[in-house]
């Protein structure tokens, strides 16, 4: 596997930035329009870092991925800019695989690929709006981990239509890659 230090700083920013870019786009497919923007936004981005931080501990066999994720959550200087940035999320996510394509193993794409999937299916479940099933955020944040760990239960994950149409669009756009 290869090291993140063969792009350049701009780029290296920029393959960071996709993570979270992802978590957030991910969290806006299911706005709903009555939520308290202020206070959902806040609790959405908790559950994110937390997202991030489990896929950088979880992907220590690939200190490339292992990176990127933990850097992603690590530059909160850069969040609200890349929150604004996130409507470009499925080209960028595309421009960072074939930038990986060119520079890397075939494995760094595949995993490059599979940890943005996996990113985007924790934050759809994580983020089910209007969800009653679980009493408070901390709770949320624990299942979304739990999730995380336990990968038969992404086969049963309650997602709306508009987060599952947001995957499927993630996904068909990353097997162009």
């Known amino acids: 596997m290869s090291d993140i230090g063969v792009f350049v700083p701009e780029e290296q920013e920029f393959l960071i930035s996709i ?6 786009w991910m969290s806006y497919a299911d706005d709903d329009e009555g939520d308290d923007e202020g206070a959902s936004d806040a609790e959405e981005e908790k559950v994110l870092i937390q997202v991030l931080n489990t896929l950088s501990k979880k992907n220590k066999k690939s200190p ?3 990176h990127l994720t933990a850097e992603a959550a690590r530059h909160t200087t850069s969040h609200k800019r890349w929150a604004h940035e996130s409507d470009t999320t499925i080209a960028d996510a595309v421009k960072g695989g074939k930038m990986i394509k060119a520079q890397m193993s075939p494995e760094d ?16 479940t994580a983020f089910r709006e209007g969800d009653q099933g679980e009493k408070n955020w901390g709770e949320k944040i624990q299942n979304t981990l739990f999730k995380l760990t336990n990968k ?3 086969t049963e994950q309650s997602i709306s239509p508009a987060e599952d149409n947001a995957l499927t669009e993630l996904f068909e756009a990353l097997k162009s890659i």
Request: aromatic share 14%.
């Open 109 to 124: 794409l595949a995993l490059y690929k599979s940890a943005l999937k996996e990113t985007a299916q924790a934050v759809a």
């Open 64 to 66: 490339f991925i292992a």
């Open 19 to 24: 993570f979270y870019k992802v978590g957030v």
């Open 152 to 154: 038969s239960l992404h």
